[in-house]
Structure formats: structure tokens, C-alpha cells
């Protein structure tokens, strides 16, 4: 039984940072590609970071020297970084896992229940 749980979620004013945490369980995660993505009310779903198996991260343009991705394999969590945190930063953020790093959602077998960040 595969579960990503996240937490670390919440409102911040701008300019402002948040930790979100991904709490992976029930598979080998090292063997999986682990991103974070986030969806807005009224928008698609879009990557926002993602590492692979061999720690290579990668960054949407949007969020690119603002946010880092990072994973503990000890701890099996997965963990984002928001700094300059802006209102359009505003949207569910979603942990998923797949086997193949890329921005699109389909290629992603799981997902987490979302946590919200909202930025004011």
C-alpha cells in the first residue's frame, strides 16, 4: 500500500517562506521519481520540483532560485523549501511519485491529499 501524506502548509504573507513535508510509505521510494506540484482554483495542475532517484532536482521557471526540493531517505520524506514566497504562489500542493521525472501528472502512479499555501 503506497501512501504520501503532506503537511507543512499555510498562510504567509508575502515575501514569506514555508517548509512542505512528504511523508512517503509502503514502496521503495529510492526506485521512484518525487515532485511536488500544485494546482491553483480554476487552473491545471503544474510541476513545480522534482528530483530523481539520483538526487538530480529539477525546477519549474516560475519557481526557480525561490524553491528547493530535497529528500531524506532515512526519513523517507520528501521536503520543498518556499522562500520570497508571492500571492501567486497561491494553490494545493500536491507530493507525487512516478517513474519518470517530467511536468506532466500522468506519468505520476501516486499522489498525496494536497496541502494549501496561501500567500497574501
Known amino acids: 500500500h503506497v501512501q504520501l501524506v503532506e503537511s507543512g502548509g499555510g498562510s504567509v504573507q508575502s515575501g514569506g517562506s514555508l517548509t512542505l513535508s512528504c511523508q512517503a510509505s509502503g514502496y521503495a521510494r529510492g526506485s521512484y521519481c518525487m515532485s511536488w506540484f500544485r494546482q491553483a482554483p480554476g487552473k491545471e495542475r503544474e510541476g513545480v520540483a522534482a528530483?530523481?532517484?539520483?538526487?538530480?532536482?529539477s525546477y519549474a521557471d516560475s519557481v526557480k532560485g525561490r524553491f528547493t526540493i530535497s529528500r531524506d531517505n532515512a526519513k523517507n520524506t520528501l521536503n520543498l523549501q518556499m522562500n520570497s514566497l508571492q500571492p501567486e504562489d497561491t494553490a494545493m500542493y500536491y507530493c507525487a511519485a512516478g517513474t519518470r521525472c517530467t511536468w506532466e501528472p500522468r506519468w505520476y502512479n501516486y499522489w498525496g491529499q494536497g496541502t494549501q499555501v496561501t500567500v497574501s
Open positions: 528530483m530523481d532517484s539520483d538526487g538530480t532536482a
